[in-house]
Nanobody, 128 residues
């Protein structure tokens, strides 16, 4: 099992910046990527940014050029630097950790199953 602990949300004015962090603990050996989703009231949860352990990043079009995702692999921590915040960025931000399947061919045992882990969410509010 993997546990995710998020921090860094809060209230910020439009044009300002916030930095979110998320640390994974527990059995993290099979994690392949971490990232952030967000969900505004009455809307679907959508991907914001993702980073693989190899450093490959992916961003939603709406945040490209404003948000930066980084990872400290040694500490299993992912950061989301959010700059030039807009009112439409307001949402609950959820950390996600993606686990890949790991099968031991010799022992014929699945060591890790493919699944996602979610954090509890952190609120980001942007005032105009």
């Amino acid at each position: 099992q993997v546990q995710l602990m998020e921090s860094g949300g809060g209230l910020q004015q439009a044009g300002g910046s916030l930095r979110l962090s998320c640390t994974a603990s527990g059995d993290t050996n099979c994690l392949s990527a971490m990232g952030w989703y967000r969900q505004a009231p009455g809307k679907e949860r959508n991907s914001v940014a993702k980073i693989t352990l190899g450093g490959t990043t992916n961003y939603a079009t709406s945040v490209k050029g404003r948000f930066i995702i980084t990872m400290n692999s040694a500490k299993n921590t992912v950061f989301l630097q959010m700059n030039n915040l807009k009112p439409e960025d307001a949402a609950v931000y959820y950390c996600i950790a993606e686990q890949e399947r790991d099968y031991d061919d010799i022992l014929e045992t699945e060591r890790c199953s493919e699944r996602d882990y979610w954090g509890q969410g952190t609120q980001v509010t942007v005032s105009s």
